[in-house]
């Protein structure tokens, strides 16, 4: 079996568990990982800010260790702790996104270099500020109030999700050749410059790595991590995954996110 040489792991569901921790497990793998040369990549729609903590946590704030933050619109690397790539969300775009969502009365929230910002905290911003561990500054005259173009928007309703597949259909249209979205739960649609998936960040690192795609090993569960999967030379689906992103897999794992399953992914396709 062909050895993997980087590892691309999306966070929630994949590699952190209900409780939102990474496993002993599969800290452990990833350390072993590392020690014998393996880069790792946490490839998340989660921004900066909300990762960095998990990193330190996990000790993977340390050399061969990066963050694909945001869907892959800010790539990060840890050892020398500077920014890698970053394609903002055209100010345009994020005043449209917003006007949609006043129309549809849909919650939104976008992000700055230091956390969330949203126009008044709500039901949204304390369970999703809870699950992501970031903090919120809020704004009411938000986004004509931004200072720089952010990287993501956020669509959220964890009471009716189906509303967002509605709102998506109704984006449609505008978003062709402006704005990618994708699902990254059940309950939140995540807008992004054109172009920008997770995907594109594991052939990003690979070209500047100078590794072979063919040589990634790359672990998710849900919509926003297919093109990932499908651009890695062995694309894990964990078992909890969505039927869709299982479809798109070259393996899906025995374990769920709960018990272990990038452990059990590393050990099999990278040491």
Known sequence: MRQGKIFFTDLDDTLLNSEKQVSPEDAAAMLDALDAGRKIVINTGRPLPAVMPLLRRSGL????????????????????????????LPPSCVRHIFREADRQQIYVQTYDSQGLLCRSCTRETRLYCAASS??????????????????????????????????RALLEPWAAGRVSMYFSSDFLLEFVSEGI?????????????????????AAGDAENDISMLQAAGV???????APQVKAAADYISEAD??????SEIIRRFLL
């Open 235 to 241: 694309g894990a689906a964990v078992a909890n995954a």
């Open 134 to 167: 970031i903090g919120w500054k809020a704004d009411p005259s938000l986004p004509e109030h931004l200072t720089e173009a952010p990287v993501k928007v956020v669509a959220i309703d964890y009471d009716r999700p189906q509303r967002l597949h509605a709102f």
């Open 61 to 88: 704030d340390r050399p061969g260790c990066y963050a694909a933050t945001y869907n892959g619109g800010l790539i990060y690397d840890c050892g020398s702790r500077s920014i890698l790539y970053q394609k903002n």
């Open 197 to 217: 998936s997770k995907g594109g960040a594991l052939n990003f690192l690979c070209s500047l790595l100078n590794i072979s795609p063919e040589d990634a090993v």
């Open 257 to 262: 996110c709960g018990h272990s399953a990038v």
